[in-house]
Each structure stands twice: as C-alpha cells, then as structure tokens.
C-alpha cells in the first residue's frame, strides 16, 4: 500500500492506493540457471483534487531494489520505493499550467507531507488508481495538448571571447541579435535545431569531472500568454511548464516551437538558439523543452480497470 499525504493550502489530503509486486524465476537462455524477474499490477499514474489543484503522481516504484526487505512482516513500513516528480496542475477544465515539484520549496501552496509504503495482507480497494482518479485522469488527458518551458544559460565574454575570431565576429553587432539558421551549422542534427553563432566551436567552457559544461548562470521564464520572457525570480525547487498557443496548435507528439521575447525582439526557439546582447556582452542560450502529458493515452492498469468495471460487463 502507498500512504500518500499532502498539503494544500493549509488543509491535508490523504490518498491509500494499492499496488501489487510478484517475482518470478526463469531459466536464462544460455541455460546457466535462474533469473528473478519482477511485475507490478495497479502501477501509473494517479490522478487526485487537492483543493484548488490537481495533483498526480506515480503509484509503485522498484520492486527489486537492494533496499527493499520483501521478507519483513505485513504492516511493515518499507524503505520508500523509487519516487517521480510530483507534478501540480492548475485547473482540470482548462490546464494552462504544470508545476513539477522537485525539491520541498518554501511558500509554495502544495506540499507533500508523507510519502510511504508498506506490505498488507490484502487491499481494502482494486489495485492502480481509484475510479474517480481514473475519471478525472480522462478529463486532463483529454483536455491537454502538452507543455513546454524556455530555458537560459547565460555565456559571458570570457567563454566566448577567447578566440580572435569571435571578437572582430561579435564586435560588430551593436544590437541584440539573433543567430541565424545555417550560419554555425551544428556537428549533427538539423540546421534549425541548435542555431549557434560562428566560432562556437572554440569556446573555453569550463567543464566538470564527466566532461560536461559547468559555471553558467542558469535562468527561468515565465509564459505571458503571447511569448516566453525571462524570470530572474522563479522559485527554487518548481520547474514550470505551460500550455501555449503553440502546443494547442501542434498536432499530438509533435514538438512545436517556442515563441520568445527579449529586450523587444521577437523569435522562435525550435530546439537551441543562441542570442547576443551588446550591453552585456553574453551570449543567451535559450532552450526549448517540450512535455506531452505524462500519459498519452490510457495507461495498461487504465485499461485493466475498465474493462473490469461494471458498466463494461
């Protein structure tokens, strides 16, 4: 059982849903003995009010983890099993917004106050989500089209301008300006993919212990209803994601572009796209990220508890 409490708006919800783990052994194909396998029943997504908002989250998690002790008595509490993204919409007639709570974050109106799961002899309810879960999970979906959120990393001169070349390139722009498709091409991929400047390729980044680049500034922004502008005061520990003119437009898994402004000019963001701005002298990086609904269409433990429901019989 999965005992999940959370708090919103000062008042508490909680939610018991119930999921089920069987082990089973197999002889391997090289025939060299045994291999246990684990299947869950009554695990996705689950789909509940939390006054105001709609609140899902993940039922189940890993049932072979080496921290789960399956031998411990019923009533147990186990050590919790693998946790998702708390995801926060605001309306299930119209969602416009998604928060996904990756961190307890202070001042925010939902928290999740208690997460648990312990072995029981049997369940007070069928497995996965409850019937009126399962409803309300059918509206969103079908009255979603998908998300997406504009990412910034900030690229200061002393990046960028180590190369002579990009110096006499950038020290002629004298507004803000928007790399060109094809210009830079990238090393694979679609032109219009990641438009860069000239000479990215000879920037001196300071880079981690796995290679990957470290030391930019990170920065959020917010959807006004046209285009995406940047937010130097989003929280910490919420990443947002909106639903925009474009993602209503866009036909389903499709990844349509992001509409941007900054400092009065207007773009279109379709995956990266570099930006320079002469008073700062940084190159912006803006990063479209797309999210299609957590699910779809109906999920296998959806399906199940239709087709065991009474109105199907």
């Known amino acids: 059982m999965q005992d999940t409490v959370v708090q919103a708006n000062g008042n508490d919800y909680e939610f018991k849903r119930y999921f089920e783990c069987n082990k089973t052994e197999d002889l391997s194909e090289a025939g060299d003995g045994f291999h246990a396998h684990w299947h869950t029943v009554g695990t996705g997504y689950t789909t509940v009010t939390v006054g105001p908002y709609v609140l899902m989250y993940y039922i189940g998690?890993?049932?072979?983890?080496?921290?789960?002790?399956l031998s411990v008595p019923p009533q147990s509490l186990l050590p919790m099993f693998d946790t998702r993204f708390l995801r926060i919409l605001d309306s299930a007639a119209?969602?416009?917004?998604?928060?996904?709570?990756?961190?307890?974050?202070?001042?925010?109106?939902?928290?999740?106050?208690?997460?648990?799961?312990?072995?029981?002899e049997r369940a007070e309810q069928h497995l996965g989500p409850a019937d009126p879960d399962?409803?309300?999970?059918?509206?969103?979906?079908?009255?979603?089209?998908g998300f997406q959120r504009v990412e910034i990393k900030i690229i200061p001169m002393d990046v960028w301008g180590v190369s002579n070349d990009a110096q006499r390139y950038f020290g002629q722009l004298k507004s803000v300006t928007i790399a060109r498709v094809g210009e830079a091409p990238p090393r694979s991929g679609r032109a219009e993919?990641?438009?860069r400047f000239?000479?990215?390729?000879?920037?001196?980044?300071?880079?981690?212990?796995?290679?990957?680049?470290?030391?930019?500034?990170?920065?959020n922004?917010?959807?006004?209803?046209?285009?995406?502008?940047?937010?130097?005061?989003?929280?910490?520990?919420?990443?947002t994601w909106y639903a925009t003119t474009e993602t209503r437009m866009a036909r389903r898994n499709s990844s349509p572009a992001a509409r941007v402004?900054?400092?009065?000019?207007?773009f279109e963001v379709t995956g990266l796209q570099e930006v320079?701005?002469?008073?700062?002298?940084?190159?912006?990086?803006?990063?479209?990220?797309?999210?299609?609904?957590p699910w779809g269409g109906p999920e296998p433990v959806d399906i199940k508890q239709l087709s065991e429901s009474p109105a199907s019989q």
């Open 94 to 120: 119209n969602p416009q917004r998604l928060d996904l709570l990756v961190d307890r974050t202070d001042g925010y109106p939902v928290v999740l106050k208690t997460n648990v799961v312990s072995r029981i």
């Open 193 to 195: 993919s990641a438009v």
């Open 198 to 219: 000239p000479y990215f390729l000879q920037r001196k980044y300071q880079r981690g212990a796995h290679g990957e680049v470290v030391g930019l500034t990170s920065l």
């Open 276 to 293: 320079y701005d002469p008073d700062t002298k940084n190159i912006l990086l803006f990063t479209n990220y797309v999210m299609p609904y």
């Open 221 to 239: 922004s917010t959807y006004d209803g046209g285009s995406f502008v940047i937010d130097a005061h989003s929280p910490d520990g919420v990443q």
């Open 61 to 69: 998690g890993d049932c072979d983890s080496p921290t789960q002790d």
């Open 261 to 266: 402004s900054y400092k009065g000019v207007e």
């Open 134 to 145: 399962l409803a309300l999970k059918e509206i969103i979906r079908r009255k979603q089209h």
